[in-house]
Structures are given as structure tokens and as C-alpha cells.
């Protein structure tokens, strides 16, 4: 079932390419034989496809909600809106440092301290269980003081009651043992 959710809801492309070659293949047999048959088959893959991308962006699944969180959340970040950022932090965020908004405060001291530029994220892994999802996230930072900055992070994430999705707590996998938010 997850496949077909992400075949016809998330990811679509493939569906809508292996149509298009279908539709090519039937259209060149119809250049060969003109027949009524293979005329009403050529008229199936085009309205395939229109139903199929209809679907795709009609629908708003939860994967595409909490990819969409986090790209805001990133744009915030790097766009120093720190109003806008909060409101993508959960208000029981605690990371066994850090509770609730004190990582925002965090967060701007360290933007200001490494003059952040932009920020990347790639997703490695997901585990999306709602009202819950894990997603392990590869960051990469452009800063005035050390250039680029690679780092790993597993994010915890919450869906509240009006179905957003909201970071519950960040936790810093790669450099292993890097101590250097301590200080801050």
C-alpha cells in the first residue's frame, strides 16, 4: 500500500514516463495498422495520466506536509524570521539540554556567532508514523566564519491538532561528539 501511496500520490513521474512510452508504442502500432481498436487504446494512456496527475496534486499527503514544515522551518532559520521559526517548534520541545523556546534563543545566537549564509537539507531517512515521524537529515551550511559545514541530525517531529507538523527535538548525530554548542 505505501508503494502505490507513493506511486500515485508522492512520486508519480514514473507512472506518468512508463504512460507516455505506452502511448508512443500504441501510436507508432497505429501508424502501421489503422485500425478502430488500436485508436480507442491510444486514448487510454493520455487519460490515465491526466487522472493520475490530477490525483498527485489534488491530494496532500503527510510525507509532503512534513517535507513542507521542514523546508519552512529551514527558510526561517536561514532568513533569521525567528517569529516565523517558532512557530515550527513545538511547545514541548527538549532536546536534554535544551526546553521549549530556549532553542530558538539557541538558534539565533549560534546564526549570529557563524554568520550562516544557507542551509541544505537532505533527507536520508524517514520514519513517518503520524502524529509522530523521525527523520534523519543530512545539513549542509554555508557560514562567513567556517565555510561549509556538514553535519547529521535526527528530528523528531510532532503533528499538533491542527495537523502541523512541529519539531519536538533535534539531535545531533555527526561530527560524533562535537561539544560545541556547550559554550553557547
Not at 67 to 86: N, P, V
Not at 114 to 123: E, M, P
Amino acid at each position: 500500500m505505501e508503494t502505490l501511496r507513493v506511486l500515485f500520490l508522492e512520486k508519480p513521474a514514473a507512472l506518468l514516463i512508463g504512460l507516455a512510452f505506452v502511448e508512443l508504442t500504441l501510436l507508432f502500432l497505429l501508424y502501421l495498422r489503422r485500425t478502430r481498436g488500436l485508436l480507442i487504446a491510444a486514448l487510454v494512456p493520455p487519460v490515465l495520466a491526466a487522472g493520475v496527475a490530477t490525483l498527485a496534486w489534488a491530494v496532500t499527503t503527510e510525507r509532503e506536509r512534513l517535507e513542507y514544515a521542514m523546508r519552512e522551518a529551514t527558510a526561517a532559520l536561514q532568513a533569521q524570521q525567528w517569529d516565523r521559526l517558532a512557530g515550527w517548534i513545538d511547545a514541548d520541545y527538549d532536546d536534554g539540554q535544551r526546553q521549549g523556546q530556549d532553542v530558538l534563543r539557541l538558534a539565533q545566537r549560534i546564526v549570529r556567532y557563524v554568520d550562516l549564509r544557507d542551509v541544505r537539507l537532505s533527507v536520508i531517512k524517514s520514519d513517518l508514523q503520524p502524529p509522530r515521524a523521525i527523520v534523519t537529515v543530512s545539513a549542509v551550511a554555508t557560514t562567513g566564519h567556517y565555510g561549509r559545514v556538514v553535519s547529521r541530525w535526527r528530528l523528531h517531529w510532532v503533528q499538533g491538532p491542527d495537523r502541523q507538523w512541529r519539531l519536538r527535538q533535534a539531535v545531533l548525530e555527526h561530527p560524533p561528539g562535537y561539544t560545541g554548542l556547550r559554550g553557547f
